[in-house]
């Protein structure tokens, strides 16, 4: 069913080039946008699994590398643009190309406005709107099949002096390609290709049943729920499956596609909030939260979930079940996806918060902490297009069965409902 | 649906739409660090005082403004010429159009030339030495569309040029502005609208990110005929959802090339008798049947996208195609019940011969992709008299 709100926008300016042959496609890229000598931006991790080594040799001798900058560290910071675009004048780079995750393309994208608009001074261009003009051309090659940060239009840079974290937004920052092709996730571990899907998937769902929905994010986010939900146990059963691969890269774009346009809700509400408190990987925290925020929300929205069955799991089980039972058959649906992930993980893929352990193999999320994250969970900005409020008995309650992986109680649900209605 | 191994996607269009759309053609302008556009309409859009709303946008926006209304349709490569003076003059930095079909290829003209300084078009042929960032332009369709506006082509002396490039960056689309085209109009809209999403969304090589600009805009465009068919009124809401899929079939269509009924609809408009609209709206089942089943593809979702989910999922496997053709046939018939006629069903209705249909699309050197040897006599012959191909 098509959705048409009052009043919309969307826009996504980046050009997707996607196939087995994705990286040698890049030459041509270049060649588009007037560049010739790109500087490689990526982290040790990317590097050190030989992807960089992939994508130099499909580059071949079609493109003069300007230089490998591979020193990214895990949070962007300040210090890391500014190194990076010493490197780029230094080398005399008129490209960039970001090898990685949210954290490399953040990185590349503040380095990129220092390189473009000839500053030292990358705080005058913190904030919305403040960039005018197109920058240097940056391509991106996302490394995992789950964040969608190829398509948007932010970069968050730390300033670890100062302890700040410095927003970027504008549609300048949008890079001019996103490369997606599947050697770059092929030895992935399975554990990451489980988190990083149902991030996709999150994505998704909560672009489609949140408030600003529109008929392109939902376009969007449909098509990126049945990709994942066709391809992603194939994936995992036949981790060498480049098509799967493929499909999945193409459904994490398609859902950060939607995202960017219509935004989350409380899934990532609350798995921002876990991931400060206790360091849980975002994916993880998405694949636990997300049933619980289609339950919880369920009063609100159960209309936009029950949708979702027919392309979560087809026309013949959508038709099978019963117009009041198919947001339920959604959730259970997303359950069954995560105890599956769990099986085939051999137990990493975490189905409940309790679940989460640290490198050390403590316990990620304390039974204790969970006040602390419904604290930081309620500064967190993601909740304002969540169909509903959530007061601290909320979070906790919430909060409390993702721990122990039971499923929300519905009647404490109507009763917040009654208590909203009085 | 599966994925091409290889494929590329690019639509540089942002799309404003719905209430009060317009108020942020200032701030969209500012983000583009314009703030000298040269607001142009064409007659239509002047006549029923379209551009006043979009001059009222501006009202606190602190922006010098040059406006030219009522923009005749004829010679638009002198107008352009004549435009790009007063620009340039005026020391304009961005271009607001308001208005429809040949006037936005004008206005995408316009902007390459002062954008580039080239004033001969043949000097982009193929798309070669269009810049990839041109002035800013910003589109406000009218619910009458010929679905090119908001792609990659540009028509102008018997020249067409294709690139992406040339796509418009802004588009706004707002009930203000839409206009009151009437029944007809508005349902030719809608033919356009649906053929070029419907034909996008059918190709063996149609990708994930295509695709969903194609659904969105067949659905607009098949909830607007169908409001039509239904006796709905033609303004307001209905005109809006219309321009709505017009302009999103236009982003499917982008630089690529015009798909085969579009083509076969503009060639039998040739001959005076029926538009170009409606006589791809009377080919494009036809095409569609005969394309799907040359190349092996399911015809299933057509029934989904024209009737939603819960019909596609109710109606057993075996009947999905047939139901789909039969939903976009009836929705023909139903148009013309409605139009007293006026929408026609058939080739035929429009008095035309089979012979008067072959040779107006004779001249047609490859009706296009999917289309087999001797498919095009087929497709004619069944559209002339309104009988499935299979």
Known sequence: ???????????????????????????????????????????????????????????????????????????????????????????????????????????????????????????????????????????????????????????????????????????????????????????????????????????????????????????????????????????????????????????????????????????????????????????????????????????????????????????????????????????????????????????????????????????????????????????????LLNPEDLDDEDYMMVLEHAWDGSPLNRADIAEFEKKVCA | MPIPTSFEFECPVKTHCGDRALENIPFEMRAMNATKPLIIGDEPATQEKRLGPVLDAFKNADMTLGVVEAIPAEAPESVAAQLAAIYRDKDCDAIVAVGQGPFIDMAKWLNLMVSTGEENPEAFIEGKGIPRTLKPLAIIPSATADGLELSGYVRIQDTTLRSVNLMPPLLFLDRRAVGQPGDIALAETGLTALTLALEAMFTADANPLDVVYARTAAKLAAMGLNGLAAGSESEGPLALTVAHGAALAGCTLGAGPRPPAYKLGWAVAETGKISAAQAMGVMLSYVLEHRLAANGMPADMLLELLDGAGCYARTPEGQRGASGFHLLRDLLNRLFETTDGKIRRTLRDSGLSLQDVTDATDGIDAPGEGIAPGGQEAIIRCAWEGRPIR
């Open chain 1, 1 to 383: 069913m098509l959705h048409i709100p009052g009043y919309y926008e969307y826009c996504c300016r980046v050009n997707v080039v996607a196939g087995h042959d994705g990286l040698e496609k890049i030459p041509a890229l270049l060649e588009r946008v007037q560049a010739a000598r790109p500087l490689i931006v990526t982290d040790r991790g990317v590097a050190g699994a030989g992807l960089i080594d992939v994508v130099t040799a499909a580059l071949g001798n079609q493109v003069a590398i300007g230089g490998v900058e591979d020193d990214v560290p895990q949070d962007s910071s300040l210090e890391a643009v500014q190194r990076i675009a010493e490197a780029y004048r230094a080398n005399g780079c008129d490209a960039i190309i970001a090898v990685g995750g949210g954290s490399v393309l953040d990185t590349a994208k503040g380095a990129n406005i220092m390189v473009s608009e000839e500053t030292d001074d990358l705080m005058a261009f913190s904030g919305v709107g403040k960039l005018k003009r197109r920058l240097k051309p940056l391509i991106a090659i996302p490394t995992t099949a789950g964040t969608g940060s190829e398509t948007t239009l932010v970069a968050v840079i730390k300033d670890h002096a100062r302890h700040q974290k410095m927003p970027f937004v504008s549609y300048f920052l949008l890079p001019d390609a996103a490369v997606l092709d599947p050697r770059m996730t092929l030895t992935l571990p399975p554990a990451i290709t489980a988190a990083t899907a149902m991030d996709a998937l999150t994505h998704a769902v909560e672009a489609y049943t949140c408030l600003a929905k529109n008929p392109l994010s939902d376009g969007n986010a449909v098509s990126a729920i049945e990709l994942i939900a066709r391809n992603l146990m194939t994936v995992m059963q036949q981790p060498d499956n480049r098509d799967g691969r493929l499909a999945l890269a193409v459904a994490a774009t398609l859902a950060g596609m939607a995202f960017s346009n219509a935004m989350v809700g409380m899934v990532h509400n609350i798995g921002h909030a876990t991931g400060a408190v206790c360091g849980v990987p975002h994916g993880t925290c998405m694949a636990i939260l997300l049933p619980y925020g289609l339950e919880y929300n369920q009063h609100r929205n159960g209309h936009l979930t029950a949708e979702l069955l027919f392309h979560l799991e087809g026309a013949e089980v959508y038709a099978h079940t019963p117009r009041d039972q198919r947001a339920a058959q959604v959730i259970a649906h997303i359950r069954e996806m995560n105890q599956s992930l769990h099986a085939i993980t051999q137990g990493q893929h975490a189905r409940c918060l309790r679940e989460t352990y640290d490198r050390d193999g403590n316990r990620a999320v304390p039974f204790e902490r969970l006040p602390e994250i419904s604290a930081a969970a309620k500064n967190d900005p993601a909740i």
